[in-house]
C-alpha cells in the first residue's frame, strides 16, 4: 500500500506560478511511477505528467508541455509539479497518483494509488 496526500494548491491570478507537492508513504515511493493528473467539474480526469521510478524518464500532455515540470525526490517521498504560466483554463482539483507500470502512463487505470486531490483555481 501507499498513500498520497497532495498539497499546494490554491488561488493564483493567470500567468502565476504554483507549485504542487504529492507525499508518499507506506512503500517505497522509489518503485512506482508517478502521475499527475486533473479534473474540472463535469470532466473526465485528465493526464498531465508522468515521471519513471528513477526520475529519468518524463512524459507530458500537450497541454501543459513546456508550462508544467514533473520532479521526483524519492531520498524525501516527495513528487512535485512546477506549474507556469497559469491559465484559467487550468482550474481544477489535482491528484497525484503511483503505479507499477511504465506502459499507457497518460492512462488513469495504470495507476493503483491517488491521492485525494488539492484544488487550484486560476482567476483572470
Known amino acids: 500500500q501507499v498513500q498520497l496526500l497532495e498539497s499546494g494548491g490554491g488561488l493564483v491570478q493567470a500567468g502565476g506560478s504554483l507549485r504542487l507537492s504529492c507525499t508518499a508513504s507506506?512503500?517505497?515511493?522509489?518503485?512506482?511511477?508517478a502521475g499527475w493528473f486533473r479534473q474540472a467539474p463535469g470532466q473526465e480526469r485528465e493526464f498531465l505528467s508522468a515521471?519513471?521510478?528513477?526520475?529519468?524518464?518524463?512524459v507530458y500532455a500537450d497541454s501543459v508541455l513546456g508550462r508544467f515540470t514533473i520532479f521526483r525526490d524519492n531520498a524525501k517521498n516527495l513528487l512535485y509539479l512546477q506549474m507556469n504560466s497559469l491559465k484559467p483554463e487550468d482550474t481544477a482539483v489535482y491528484y497525484c497518483?503511483?503505479?507499477?507500470?511504465?506502459?499507457?502512463?497518460?492512462?488513469?487505470?495504470?495507476?493503483?494509488?491517488w491521492g485525494q486531490g488539492t484544488q487550484v483555481t486560476v482567476s483572470s
Open positions: 507506506g512503500r517505497p515511493f522509489s518503485r512506482f511511477t
Open positions: 497518483a503511483a503505479g507499477t507500470s511504465w506502459s499507457y502512463v497518460d492512462t488513469p487505470s495504470t495507476y493503483e494509488y
Open positions: 515521471i519513471a521510478w528513477n526520475g529519468q524518464n518524463t
